[in-house]
Structure formats: C-alpha cells, structure tokens
C-alpha cells in the first residue's frame, strides 16, 4: 500500500539514518526546519547500524551477493529537470567487500550432544532458510553451533561499525547539552590491554593508580611515564617542552625528550594515543593533543576513559538524535527508497527527489550518505581508505571478565602493517548473551582480505584450532572490508547536496561528531548547534 | 585560592574591637549554637587580648565571675553555665584565673581532685569526663592544669608519660591515643605535655621536626597532616611544638607571617583559619600566638608549652620546659 | 568554625536574615531552657528524651546534652528492661547516630554516643560496624575518626569472632594504598599492623625478610610514580630505620640504639642508596630523594671507617642543593650541614 505523504516541501530531506545524517535531522529540526528523513532500509543507522544474530548473517549474505546487481533505474527527465537513477543497493554493496564468515565447531558446549546425534531443527522457523544457506557446508558441530546462535539471535547487537566514546570530547557534551543523552545507557571501558612480544598482553597504564599498581612496568619506566603524562595533561601550557619538535614524528619526541622507548613508547603511542596509523605519520602536536584528549576523559566517570552504549552504539546513538528530530516535527520513513533525484541542469542545484511510489518530494537542501547518490555524480577513487574488521563471538573472555575492554596489536606485533585494535564487549552492554562474549576487530587495510589482515591477532587471542581448552574459543567471525568513502567521492555534486562520511577508521564517533556540526555550520552559518533542551529530571549525566 | 590583598600589618585596634564584641552577636543563631564553647571563647580572647597589650579591655570582675560559675561541686569545670564539667574547660578555667590572677576565687583542691580522678590508674591515660572518652588532648590538658597549680604530684606522671608514648608513630609524631595517625594538634599535646613532666629526650626532635616543619606549603601557611589545606590554627600547633623543639627556624617566617596577617578580616576584625574565610575567636587568638612565636612585633611573647603570655607563666614561677633558641 | 566564606551582605539581606534567624533562635532556646530543666529536675522522661533529640539533630555539638541523653536511657527505656527491648532502644540509637553523622562525619561526639551503644547493647554487631566504617572510609579515605573507630571496632570484632584480623586489616590498607598511594592514614595503619603481623605469623628470619623487602617494593613502585608524594618517604624511612628489627615495642630509641650494625645492615643501606641514587638521575630536584640519601648515608658512615671523609663530602653537597631546591626549610638543611663539617672538624 504506496504511503502518500501530504506534505511534499521541505527544508531539508535527508536519505539515510546514519550517525550524521541523525544528528543534522536532530540540529535542524531543533532550530524549526522542515524535515523529512527517508532510508531505504527497514532500520535505523545505516552504515552504522548494529543487528542481531540473524540479521547479521543475513546482511552478510546480501553484501555476498553479485555486485553487478542493479535496481533498472534509468535516467529521465522530468518536468525540465534532470532525474538522476540512484542504486542504493548496488552501491552501498560496493562500499564493501572480503567478506566471509565461519562457524566453529565448539567441542566444549557439546557435552550434552554425542558426535553422530542428527542435527536438530531450531524452533524459530525463521531461521530457516538462513541456515539452509549455510547448514549444508557444516559439519555437525558447527551446525549446533548455528543453531544455538540462533536461539539466542535477538540477545545480540552487533554493530557493523563499532566506535566507543571518550569521557571528555565532542560527543559527549553533546549528548549531554542535546538531551539525547537521556535516551542512552551506557558502561565504562577501563581497561586497555597491548600485545607485547612473547605472546603476552601488559595492562596500560594511564592513571597515577594504574603506574603504580602496574607489574609489568619497571621502575624507570613508571617515573619516565609519570613524569610524561603529567606533562602531557597539561601540554599546551608547556610550549617550550615540544619547541621544534611540532612537525616532527610524535615517537621521536618521545624518544628523544622523555626517553620513552620500546614497550613503553607503544603503549603510549597506540593505546592511549590511540594512533591508527604508523608512528611516524602523526607529528608531535596531533600526538599530544591525542594523548591530552585521553588523559582529560580519565577520572570524569570513575578510572575510564570511555563509555559504550548499550544495545549498539551507532544504531542507538543514531536513533535518540532522529527521537529529537522527531520531537520538534521531523517526518520518518523507513523502507522509503527513493528512485531519482532531481537536478537543475541549468544552476546545477537539487530541486528534489521522486521516491519509490512516484511521489515528487521537494526541498531546498539534500542531506544524504553516499549510498543514495547517483552513480552518474560520484567519481571513481581507488584511493579510498579501507577498513579491515572482524565480528567474533567467543565462549569466554579474554584477559578478564569486565564489561568492555580494548586490546591493541601495535604496528609489526603479529606481521600487521597497522595497529589492531580489538573491542570486547560482553552482556553488560548487551552486545551478546550472558555466557557470550564479542570481539570486534578493526584495523587500517594493507593485506589482500579483512581475514588475512586480523586472523593472525584473532589466533593470539582466541583458541581457534582447539588446541587449548584453558583459552577462550570462538564460535562465529563474519571478516568484511569497507571504504571510508569521503565528500570527495562526489564533487561533481550540486552544492546543494551535502554528503555525509562513512564510519572512518578511528576507535570512536569524533570525527563524525565535528563533521555534523561543520555541515550544520556551513548550512546555517549564525544558529545555534542543537541548544539545551530544558529539562528538570536530568538523570543519566550530570553536566560537571 | 583566595585573592585577598595582601596584608602587611596586624590590625590590632580591629581586634581588640572584635573580641570585645563577640558576647553582643545574641542576634546571630551561630552564638546560641556554640554556648557549649562560651568559656573557651573567654580563653581564646582573654589571652589573645593580653598578647595584644590589652587584657583589660574585657572586665576582670566579670570574667573571674563567669568563671566560678563554671565550677562544679566536684571541682570540674563546664563549657557554660549548668552545662556538665569536663577537662578540656577545667584547663581553659585555671588558664583564664592565672591570666587574671584570680586562683583565690575557686577551690583548687576541687580542682585537683578533679582532674586526678580523671586518670586510669593502669594505663594512665586521662578520661575527658565520667563517660571515659581517652585522648592524648585530655593528658595534656591535665598535666598542663596541674603544673599551673604546682600539684603535679597528685596523678602517677610516669604512668602518663608511658601512655603518651604509646601514642607515637612511625614518623616520630603522635595521635590522639594508641595507634591513631599523627596530627599537628595531638603533636603539640603530647609534645607539650611531655615538656611540662620533663621527658622531652623521648620525642626524636629530629625526626619529628622534619615532619612539622613540611607542613608549610607553598602559600606559605601550614597544614595539620600531609595532603591538608592550610589553616591558621596549625601556625600555633605546628610553630609551638617546632619552638618546644629548638627548631622553630626551619620554617620560613617570613612567609608565615604573611599568610596569617592576610587571613585578618580588615573590615570587622578577627583571624579566620585562612585569607577570604569567615573570621572567629579561636582561629584569632592562634594567629596571634604563631605572630608571637614568630616574634612579631606589637605582641606579647607567648610561652610555647602553657599557649599562656610567657609573663604570666613566669609569673607563678614555672620554668621554661622546652628548648630556647633566639631567631638569628 | 571552619572554612567558611567571607561575606558582604547587604544591609538588605542581613535585615533579613537576622528576622529569620530570631525565630529560629528563639525556638532553639526553648527547647535548650525545657530540657534544662527537665536535667535540673533529673526528670528522665520521654518528653526529655525528644528534647535531646531535637536539641541534637540541630547541634551534634552540645555534650551535655549527650550525657543528659545517656542519663534518660539508663534511668528509663534502658532500666529494668529485657535484653530485647534494651537491644532494640540501642539498635534505633545507632539509626538516630547515622543520620546525624551524614551531616557531621567528623563529630567526635558522635562517635563518642555511639561507642557507648555499642557496650551497652547485649548484642552488637561488630561487623556491621566493620562494614560500616567501610563505607565511610570510601567516602574520605583521611577522616582519622574513621580510622579510629575502625581501630575500635576491629579488636572488638576479633574478639567475638575469636579470629585475628590483622592480615585482613593490612590488606585493606594495601587496598586503600593501591586506590590512591597519597593515603597517609593507609600507610600509618600498616606501619601499626607490620610488625603485629610478623609477630602473629611467628615469620622466621627468612620470611620476615621477605615480608619486609615486599614492603620495600611497594613503597619504591610509589616514590618513582610520584617522588614528591611525602607518605611513601616516611614510610621508607621508617622502614630503614627498623631494618630487620620491627617489632611491637614503641621505643624507637631503643631499638636504634640496639640495631646491630651487621653486615646484613650495610647491605640494607647500600641497596637502598642505590635505588634512591637511580630516582635521583631521573629527578635530580627531588628533595626527598636527597633527603632520604643524606639519612642513608649518615647512617653508612657510622658503619664504615674508611670513607667517611667521601661520604661527608657528598652529604654537604646535598645539603647545598636542598638549600637552593626547598627555599622554605633552609635553615633545616643549615643545620644539617653544619652539623657535618661540625664533626668533621673534630675528628681532625
């Protein structure tokens, strides 16, 4: 039945749910826009949405298939204008790629279960195609592992782009100020491991507690780190410290004035640095104020310096900014697709869209991520970012039992080109069941496929050949790649489209964060940015 | 921090004026609140006025009055009127008749009595009153009563001292009774004490003294305990125990001084415990005791071991208990 | 009395606040006048017993009235009563006690009061106390109150349980050194449990060694993370000063004076120069690091003939550099250096 909508002009229209699509929706419709926020998919969040077990494999499957795939949308012309085809599937499918996935046989759950037992029907008949899909290539074993997933599907919430949120940065003031932060839960990531050689992982240490506590940091090391943090906290009122070191290597400034080296240097650089990249691609400004961002987030809530939302942090985030927009009359639409967008061949300006049931939608501004945008306006770039990741669930933690952990394999540590860094979430975020665990896996793209770039990390971490009973055991890992497609994929764009990044390669939502509010700016220069909602039961933050 | 302009005199006109007029605050629910204090207040600005160069200005007549009214038949004294004896205001009782030079007003042996009964013939430790709460405070306060009335042999003094020295910690200061952390005021209590019975050669002066002298912090005021703010009471605890000690100068005078001339109030008289705060009789009178250690001028000097103007001290005749060493 | 903030108020506002207050005050006074005279009459009823708990709630402060309570409860709720209802009179006492003490934590009256409960009550709950002194003691790791009850409350608890605690007490204070090694009051409880530790556990010499240089490990993890932090260099000090010989007895003189200048001592003395020598090339102005070297030195010295010229020679140095680093205590490092060429003059 073809929804009609009754009102067909806007401010803005915005295509896709995503992290910053939803929060323009919120900031817009804050300051009194119209606006009406459509996504071809049946869910919040986009690219950045977290599914259950099912979901995920399903999602998996359709991201397997071929690429060629096109909706049959052609160009027209309408009433004057250009109407440009888009391809949301196809072209959303093209921003990833390497993905596979399996399952394990987890002889240790199988004590109820006998070798030659037939495979058994799960109850949810839902499921069964999807296992269909699968079953036929697995062994018993991994098939009673499938089942049980299943069983347990909608327990899970995994994100396809999981990010976490420093204690102090952009995010989560705006949280707080926006309100938003009323709709969220959340729990403390305190802990932060790094694979050292010898097949070991040290705690970090990044408080004045956490030095001192530390058994794996020797004496000297506990002074010279003391004695950098302690400057690092408050770096900017130092200058004379970094003097001629600003565009230097950030390692060599650590090298050469705090004599921090070796095991120590890596866990500055890529755990509380947090770099993604290679040492010497980030010079000493940039690696302080990385360093000084993570110190300042320490202490805010307890000894952590980031929170996890519950429940998947980019769909749940990405759906409490569209609740505000929603609240000050932005329209939704989910499983909205739209067909063409209009262009003005003549002032080359967007003047609307039709969407799926042949409606004409018109608005002065187009907010949109790349998914939605016409092949025909986005240029090739094979110079694009890429992303390795891996989702695993595990039987059992990892170094120990806690809500949230983060695991860094610094650059060389396991034949990886780039830092890895591993999320393990547990129940207490629920990302999974109570007796599960979630590892995500994420690093910068070097090798020929996500698996080959983190299965090596994977197999320090987890027992995947089922030779050690003592460690954790994995059940499933879904590998995948995605581009990091940026604004310049599309510079032939009106410039009355404004498109959104993809999920980028950093641990948290920064960069996304500043990217909504620099588009709000550039769209309306003088407003204020989603102000205070006034609210007298402010219960979940209290602004410090 | 406070941004108080700095200070450079003692304004001892303004608080004269002010201790003169603590007894008119009956307007203020605050006076009502701390009756229970009202003779250690008469303590505080009796001799904080005689340190001032004017003792007269409360009435002697009236104060010596109060005072007896104080006492109870079992020699103790109250905090008020009516209110229940105990040690801490039998002390400020005969320190306040020893200013006035009024010991004839009150029954002494009472007093005597008193406190003797005050000790735990076992531990030797002293009960503040009947209900035995046991503090390093109370020994002081009976020792230094005692010694005032000359009649030091009434209580078991080595079995006090023995207590005293149960009190004492790893870092050569004491608490306020058998494994309780070091704290300037218990320091200067035990340290006192230990002074008035002459068994100062068991306090490690050199240990001790170092601890007191890093209560200065960098604004130049002293803490009471490691990690605490600074205050002015301490700049009487920490400086007494440091002048017992022979060691007052190993703290920076200079910046002392300043710290507790910046805490007067300009306005309306008085000390507070720190420059900005609300300023109070008791926090004054200490200010004015760690200038008169300090040798300010304008001041009295205050006898370190009694906190009694050292006239009056040697007045009855004490001995100077403690090490003497003139500031170079 | 304490840390309140200077004020201007208007003439305006004082005006008004002076109104509120005058009833405020005159109903307190009221209350202050009944109750006296119900003391003065020695009239131990429940009226007066609510006197002095409106009296108290407003005023912690007020002794008197503390006693006069007591004095209530013993000649009346208390008197001729069954150990149930004493239990349960005492038992609401120590609720009354727990309201007050969120306001005042640092009321030794209060802890006075509730002491009191705790030995009247038949049955008291020692280690409910034990938890709740735990808590407070989270709060403010510092309200030596806290500690000092907990100090009462522990022997009380051993003795009813017949266990001892003094290895869970010295775990608690590792806990408390562990969430924030500035705690002085944590490092001071340890240094009274150490040696009643290593008595309980009748350690022989090899394993009080052990104990004592793990107490060695944990202060030096604290002074290289943090070298001006003051609690960790009075512990170590005092640690170097019992050496091998903790024990319970409180006469330090004495123990110096006995403590065998062996050659076990020297190597005590030499290993700990070396580890505060190594901080020190880290941090060549930490006052404490040259501090605890001119201790460790002077002690080395009296230990050592040969070589005491050399060792004099570099605590004078130290003397110097304190002299310019720690402005405030100059005259201190004077003294000490004085004292140094003073023996060395007469030696000659």
Known sequence: MPQQLEVTEYDVIILGTGFVESILAGALARIGKSVLHLDSNEYYGGSWTSFNFQELLEWAQLLQGHVEESNGYSQENFEGKKALPTDFSKVRRQAYSAIEYELYANIKQTNSTEENEEYHQPEQDTSEETIHHVSTRLSNFERETLA???????????????????????????????????????????????????DNFDKVPCSKEDVFTSQTVTLTDKRKLMRFLTFALD???????????????????????????????????????????????????QGLTYTQRYLKSLGRYGNAAFLVALYGAGSEISQGFCRISAVFGGIYMLKHSVKHLLIDESSNNFTGLIDVNGQQLSSTYLITSIDYIPEKLLQENEECEQISRAIVIIDRYIHEESDATLTIFPPDSVGNEYPISVFQFSEGTRTCPKDKYVLYMSTKA???????????????????????????????????????????????????????????????????????????????PNEEFLPVVPDPDDDDFSVD | MDTSEKQTRLLVDLHVKYIQSLDTKKDDLEYWLTEHLRLSGVYWGLTALDLLNNVDALKKEDVVKYVVSCQHDNGGFSGHIGHDPHLLYTLYAVQILVIEDALDAVNVDKIVEYVASRQDRDTGAFTGDEWGEIDTRFSYCALSCLSLLKRLDAVNVSKAVEFIMLCKNFDGGFGNSPGAESHAAQIFCC??????????????????????????????????????????????????????????????????????????????????????DMADVFHTLFGLTGLSLLEYPDLKPVDPVYCLPKHVVQRIGLAERYHHKEFQ | MHARKRAKPSAEAEKHRKEKEATKI????????????????????????????????????????????????????????????????????????????????????????????????????????????GKVLELDARNFHAWDYRRYVTPKLSYATETSLTQTEFDFTTTKINQSFSNYSAWHQRSKLLPILIKEKNLDELEKKKLIDKEFELVKAAFYTDPDDQSAWLYHRWLIGQGSNISTSQMDEEIKDSSIKSSERIELLQREINVVRELLELEPDSKFCLQTLITLLSELKTNTKEGSKKIDDEIITFCDRLIKIDKFRTKRYEDLRSKITLSQQQNH
């Open chain 2, 191 to 276: 340290v006192g004490a230990l002074a008035i019975v002459n068994s100062l050669h068991l306090v490690d002066a050199d240990l001790l003294g170092w601890w007191l002298c890093e209560r200065q912090l960098k604004n130049g005021g002293l803490n009471g305990r490691p990690e605490k703010l600074e205050d002015v009471c301490y700049s009487w605890w920490v400086l007494s125990t440091l002048s017992i000690l022979g060691r007052l100068h190993w703290i920076n005078r200079e910046k002392l001084i300043e710290f507790v001339l910046t805490a007067q109030d300009s306005e309306g008289g008085g000390i507070a415990d720190r420059p900005g």
């Open chain 1, 148 to 198: 049980k997933l299943l069983k347990d599907s909608r327990q899970f919430n995994l994100d396809i782009a999981p990010k976490i949120m420093p204690c102090r940065g952009e995010l989560i003031e705006l949280l707080i100020s926006s309100g938003v932060g009323r709709y969220l839960e959340f729990k403390a990531l305190d802990k932060t491991y790094i694979y050292s050689d010898q």
């Open chain 1, 235 to 285: 770096f900017d009122n130092s200058p004379e410290t970094f003097e001629g070191y600003e565009e230097k290597p950030y390692d060599i400034f650590l090298r050469e004035k705090f004599q921090i080296d070796s095991k120590l240097l890596s866990a500055v650089l890529y755990a509380i640095a947090l770099i993604r990249t290679k040492a010497n691609d980030v010079n000493t400004v």
């Open chain 1, 446 to 524: 070097s090798g020929k496929s996500a698996k080959e770039d983190l299965h090596k990390a994977l197999e320090k971490l987890v027992d995947v050949s089922n030779d050690d009973a003592s460690l954790s055991s994995p059940l499933f890992a879904l590998f995948y790649r995605h581009k990091f497609r940026n604004t310049t994929l599309s510079s032939l764009l009106p410039n009355n489209i404004i498109v959104t990044n993809d999920p980028d390669s950093s641990l948290d939502f920064e960069t996304a964060t500043i990217q909504a509010k620099q588009l709000f700016e550039k769209m309306c």
């Open chain 3, 26 to 133: 005159k109903e307190y006074k009221n209350l202050v006048e009944s109750c006296f005279q119900k003391k003065d009459k020695k009239e131990f009823d429940n009226d007066a017993f609510i006197l002095t708990t409106n009296i108290l709630s407003q005023n912690p402060d007020f002794y008197t009235i503390w006693n006069f309570r007591r004095l209530i409860l013993l000649s009346g709720t208390l008197k001729e009563c069954s150990e149930e209802e004493k239990q349960q009179t005492l038992s609401s006492e120590l609720i009354f006690l727990q309201e007050l003490f969120q306001l005042n934590p640092k009321s030794y009256w209060i802890f006075n009061h509730r002491r009191w409960c705790l030995e009247t009550m038949p049955n008291p709950d020692w280690n409910k106390e034990l938890q709740l002194i």
